[in-house]
């Protein structure tokens, strides 16, 4: 897997330099100087994940940080089916390469899945309600077969770019302040959060050659 939280900030603030507000009619820097001002902590849930919304009357936000599978399909499920002319979606946390699936709290979320959201009939048929209407940006890893997504048949109706180039000032002052207002938040959790230790005990039977993690990080010692 790649990620540190440098390459985070990094690539929040370049996936934000696409933004064109000629096309999408929106000033970005002045929504997220608003979001910034607002300082929101959000929601926080198990393990640390955190959701931070936020609506004004030209842009909806939603800020998902170490997210578990059902939120962020959730949320894109949400987002794929909203009556919105432009969606710009952000991924800057862990990737596993080769297959670019994003790593989550809990699980993976693969191009697979997020092909399968994109095809549910009521996404499908927001789209071709307004065909040729919808923009969608979409900035992740280069690593799996996401640069295919606008070449498949179900986007076909809308315009979709993966990593499109940069349209917005790097140094904006907006921007650097929007990045700042979310780096406490990008706190990497531990080992033993991440793992919890279990209550049962007994033995394990395996067949075959087998990596057992013992979570909670409560230093029992095993051979196979």
């Keep these: ?32 100087s608003i979001i910034t001002d ?14 931070i919304q936020f609506a004004s009357e030209n842009l909806v936000t939603e800020i998902l940080i170490h997210p ?45 899945d997020f092909s399968e959201a994109f095809q549910e009939i009521e996404v499908q048929r927001v789209i ?10 979409l900035h992740c890893s280069v690593e799996g077969e996401w640069t295919r997504l606008p070449k498949e048949s179900f986007a076909k109706a809308c315009k979709v770019r993966v990593n499109p180039t940069d349209v917005l000032t790097t140094g904006s ?26 209550d049962v005990v007994g033995n394990i039977r395996f067949s075959r050659p087998t990596l057992y993690v013992f979570p909670g990080g409560d230093r029992f010692i095993a051979s196979f």
């Excluded at 607002?38 to 959701?51: H, N, P, V, Y």
């Excluded at 071709?128 to 940006?137: F, V």
């Excluded at 979310?182 to 959060?193: A, G, R, V």
Aim: charge should be negative.
């Design 1 to 32: 897997m790649r990620f540190n939280i440098v390459q985070a900030i990094q690539c929040h603030k370049q996936s934000l330099l696409s933004w064109d507000v000629n096309d999408c009619l929106v000033n970005l820097e002045k929504e997220l």
């Design 173 to 198: 002052p907006s921007i650097l302040n929007f990045i700042k207002y979310l780096e406490p938040f990008l706190i990497p959790s531990t080992l033993e959060n991440i793992l919890e230790s279990s």
């Design 68 to 112: 578990a599978v059902s939120t962020l399909s959730q949320c894109v499920r949400n987002l794929l089916s909203s009556f919105t002319r432009h969606r710009h979606i952000i991924h800057a946390g862990y990737t596993f390469q080769g297959n670019g699936s994003w790593a989550l709290q809990d699980g993976t979320f693969s191009y697979t």
């Design 38 to 51: 607002q300082a929101l902590e959000g929601e926080e849930a198990r393990f640390g994940e955190r959701l």
């Design 128 to 137: 071709h309600a307004y065909e040729n209407g919808i923009s969608l940006h």
